[in-house]
């Protein structure tokens, strides 16, 4: 019975968070700031939701956890990979104020590529 | 060979997760698989095996487990805050981040808990240095930045990897 609200609980939890990653690509004007968003909320969101509903169906709970560990190790990844990939075809980073920190732009980007 | 075994050991717990059945044909379906695949990976599967589970270890990666999903809600909470406030409060930058971690298992955790962590994105890594996006940078020393962004997850990862 408890095992029951704490899955609703998680759900909801998940939903509320994957609606404001989805507001975050949205809102924010940069793929970097846009990936910011992105990651996190979906993250916790989609943790969030798997394991709720592996609390809903007890008999699921194993599966769901080893799929939320997967989504936890893949999502950083990709999300890094879709930063690289970008900035390396030319996208800089957007910057409130003209002097802002960007050490990246140092390093030769044409090292290491394939 | 304690690499081989660490390997076959989570394999077949992924499988017993995913059948969640103690029949002897699952079973040993699931053994003989798990072998196979492990013949072809545990090369590159890991560097430290067995030496996963000393107890020590396993402190550590409980107590890595418990900053990292207090980080984890933190950087959500972090996050919408910023996307609901109408003014859309930020500053953003990329920041090098020094580590003092030496192997490569140790930075691949790193980057990703510093990613999952509050307004911060790993944008690559080179040899020591990581290059971090930065949604409000605060200070640009060096001293402040790993302070700010990793000092916590270093530490433990520190002990985890030795």
Known sequence: MILTYLGYVLTSIGVIFLFLGALGIFRMPDIFTRLQAGTKATTLGALGTILGVGLLQPEWFWKTLIIAIFFAISNPISSHALARGSYKIGHKPYMNDPNGIDTYSEVPQNEGDE | ?162
Do not use: C
């Not at chain 2, 798990?34 to 067995?50: A, Q, R, V």
């Open chain 2, 1 to 162: 060979m304690s690499r081989f075994l660490f390997t076959f050991i989570v394999f077949f717990l992924v499988w017993l997760g995913f059948t969640t059945s103690f029949d002897p044909q699952e079973v040993i379906a699931g053994v003989i698989l798990s072998f196979i695949i492990t013949l072809f990976s545990y090369k590159t599967f890991t560097d430290y095996g067995l030496k996963y589970f000393y107890p020590k270890r396993i402190f550590y990666i409980i107590k890595y487990l418990i900053v990292f999903l207090i980080a984890l809600v933190k950087a959500n909470w972090d996050v919408a805050k910023r996307v609901i406030n109408p003014k859309l409060p930020i500053n953003p930058g990329i920041v090098t981040y020094t580590t003092k971690l030496k192997s490569d298992t140790a930075k691949v955790f790193l980057a990703n808990s510093i990613t999952l962590t509050p307004g911060t994105l790993t944008v690559d890594i080179v040899d020591d240095k990581l290059y971090i996006h930065w949604i409000d940078v605060v200070s640009r020393d060096p001293q402040v930045i790993f302070n700010e962004i990793g000092a916590n997850f270093e530490n433990i990862l520190k002990e985890i990897f030795k």
